[in-house]
């Protein structure tokens, strides 16, 4: 049996506990000291760089000599670096392009859009645009985000010209604004052949996901046809995936891939929804082994993703409820009154969650709603012009 040596760049509990389960040796690159390693292993605290130029020369210094079997990428930030410190550590490579397609907007769309895939409206962000021109070209608001980014940091939406103030275009992707639900595809890729495929519902963006959604059987041939092509198109030959799509009424349009497990918990609920450790699936596909996955789901799961928005929690309305329903498998409230909670900047910030599951997509709907109105953080009431002043 193969000696499995890896390297894991933006450690996740999930797949820090699948290698532990299977005795796997590693060692992380993180850049917050979140994870401990074994003490023949390597743990190095850095930043991820974007560059390729800083990424080797941070390999370099840190592992020089070090020899890995696979270099595993848990977060969006890691997804390049993982790319670049295969070559250099003599693991198994991947295509470097391919994880800069993945982690850049502009370079995956512009990419994709040669392959024909449905999208909405997009420009590169310059400081010579004309930005009578821009909103001419892209309705109004438009959406200008980071091309490196994810849990939708730093988006903005542009109501005016004067409103388009020069930024930091070279590092910006502008968008037409697209008015529709969302759902993402999981996929889990081996030895170039898509292995599973899960669909899920934003049903409430950023509180509420349902997995497996429920849609009709068009729409999800339609959703697979559009994965599968831009998997290809990118040639993406293993690991996972997590591609998001807006579902207008004239078909899906593509909104971006990763090559990362999902965030959300959505991880959390694919488990429950389909009896399988998708952690454990996630790394026998980086080490490209097989693995069986299930053939059908096993229940309607769903997460509910708390976030009160900014202030400090007074009390947490509905937890004895919660408990109390059999669909609940996964509950967890990470605040108390007192806490000071921040403006939501990210969808990585929460306040807690509720994974549950449910025999019938209406029977997760119904309970989908209980949980919502049962469970609710009060904030103190705030006097108009007081912000908090201490940050949790
Ligand atoms: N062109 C657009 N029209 C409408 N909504 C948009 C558009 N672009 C982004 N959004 C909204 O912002 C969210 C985050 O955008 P996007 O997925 O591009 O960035 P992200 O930082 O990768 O976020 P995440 O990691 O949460 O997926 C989208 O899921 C969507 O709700
Ligand atoms: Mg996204």
Request: aromatic letters at 8%; glycine letters at 8%; hydrophobic letters at 40%.
């Amino acid at each position: 049996m193969t000696q499995y040596r890896v390297l894991v760049i933006g450690p996740r509990r999930g797949l820090i506990d699948a290698l532990r389960e299977r005795g796997i040796a590693f060692s992380v690159w993180q850049e917050k000291p979140l994870f401990t390693v074994a003490a023949s292993q390597l743990n190095v605290v850095a930043p991820l760089w974007h560059s390729p130029e800083r990424i080797r020369e941070q390999i370099r210094a840190s592992f020089a000599d070090q020899r890995f079997t696979h270099v595993i990428a848990g977060t969006e930030a890691a997804v390049v670096a993982a790319s670049v410190s295969r070559r250099q550590l003599g693991a198994r490579v991947s295509s470097t392009l391919t994880g800069t397609r993945c982690r850049d907007k502009l370079l995956m769309k512009e990419h994709l859009a040669g392959f024909g895939i449905p999208m909405t409206r997009f420009l590169a962000d310059r400081p010579d645009l004309d930005p009578a021109t821009v909103f001419a070209t892209l309705g109004t608001p438009v959406v200008r985000k980071f091309r490196k980014s994810s849990g939708g940091k730093g988006l903005q939406l542009l109501y005016s010209v004067d409103q388009f103030v020069p930024g930091r275009h070279g590092s910006s992707i502008l968008e037409r604004y697209i008015d529709a639900p969302e759902a993402s595809i999981e996929s889990f890729i081996d030895r170039g052949r898509i292995r599973f495929t899960n669909i899920t519902a934003y049903h409430r963006k950023g509180h509420c996901n349902f997995v497996p959604a429920a849609f009709d059987s068009t729409l999800e041939r339609t959703l697979l046809a559009l994965n599968e092509r831009c998997i290809g198109a990118l040639g993406i030959s293993w690991g996972m995936t997590h591609l998001e799509v807006y579902l207008t009424s004239r078909g899906p349009l593509f909104g971006e891939i990763a090559l990362r497990p999902p965030g959300g918990y959505i991880m959390n609920a694919l488990q429950h929804a389909w009896d399988f450790n998708p952690w454990q699936a996630f790394l026998a596909m980086e080490l490209g082994e097989s693995f069986t996955f299930p053939e059908r789901a096993v229940a309607y799961a769903a997460v509910e993703v708390l976030h009160p928005g900014a202030g400090t929690v007074r009390t947490v309305h509905g937890k004895g409820q919660v408990l109390d329903e059999q669909g609940v498998q996964e509950f967890r409230i990470k605040v108390k009154p007192g806490d000071v909670i921040d403006e939501r900047t990210g969808l990585g910030q929460d306040a807690g969650y509720v994974v549950h599951a449910s025999a019938t997509p209406e029977a997760r709907n119904a309970l989908h709603e209980r949980i919502a109105q049962a469970l609710r953080i009060e904030l103190v009431p705030q006097a108009p012009d007081a912000s908090p002043s201490r940050k949790a």
